[in-house]
């Protein structure tokens, strides 16, 4: 199976601005989370979907935000950027069904580099 | 609220050593607990979960509720296992949402 991809891989963007990032999960996976990598606070969760609906969400502003397709692909947005942006974000799939993984654990894809300049 | 700990930021070890990446967490309840590992230029990957209860390249891990710790351990470290390694923790609430400890690299000198 190929594995999770997330387009673009690298992206520059000034202040102010917005982005959309886009993530295509393994195919059959119906969950897809977002997460934002900082060296200082390391993996932090944005949000996750299932099925089309944000299923749970993390402690982050309102201006981020995304979506689920009906064939499970997501994308993520972010607007009104600030320097604080820049960072690895990272998609992650997995099959969904349920609270606990059990034997669909989480598979991450290679990440979007976000620059704000 | 739930946290997970990784205490040493750094962990330097010479080839053949033993090593131990420590990890402790904090949730009431009987979570799910995994090691993710990061090699240089690779993606986050699952290197082991505690239901498997498995040995993966050499590594255990077991998870002990009454310290809440997860430690991961491999009784002789090789140059190929240098990476970020990472402890993550799922309390149940949705598949997606793991909260992560901050990371040890561990370096394996020749």
């Known amino acids: 199976k190929a594995g999770v991809t997330q387009t673009p891989r690298y992206l520059i963007k000034t202040r102010g601005q917005q982005v959309t990032l886009s993530c295509s999960p393994i195919?059959?996976?119906?969950?897809v989370s977002w997460y934002q990598q900082t060296p200082g606070q390391g993996l932090q969760f944005l949000f996750e979907?299932?099925?089309?609906?944000?299923?749970n969400k993390g402690n982050f502003p309102g201006r981020f935000s995304g979506r689920q397709f009906s064939n499970s692909r997501s994308e993520m947005n972010v607007s009104t950027l600030e320097l604080g942006d820049s960072a690895l974000y990272l998609c992650?799939?997995?099959?969904?069904?349920?609270?606990?993984?059990?034997?669909?654990?989480?598979?991450f894809g290679n990440g979007t580099r976000l620059t704000v300049t | 609220a739930q946290r997970v700990t990784q205490p040493e930021k750094l962990l330097s070890v010479f080839k053949g050593a033993p090593v131990e990446l420590k990890c402790n967490y904090s949730?009431?309840?009987?979570?799910?607990l995994f090691w993710y590992v990061q090699y240089s230029r690779q993606r986050l990957q699952l290197l082991l979960r505690?239901?498997s209860r498995e040995s993966i390249k050499g590594f255990t891990a077991d998870l002990n509720k009454g310290e809440t710790s997860f430690h991961l351990k491999k009784p002789f470290a090789q140059e190929e296992d240098s990476a970020m390694y990472y402890c993550?923790?799922?309390?149940?609430?949705?598949?997606?949402?793991?909260?992560f400890g901050k990371g040890t690299k561990l370096s394996v000198k020749p």
């Open positions: 505690h239901i």
């Open positions: 979907y299932f099925s089309e609906t944000q299923r």
């Open positions: 949730y009431s309840g009987s979570p799910e």
């Open positions: 195919s059959g996976h119906r969950s």
């Open positions: 993550a923790l799922n309390y149940g609430g949705s598949q997606g949402n793991l909260i």
């Open positions: 992650a799939s997995s099959t969904g069904a349920g609270g606990f993984t059990y034997n669909s654990p989480l598979h």
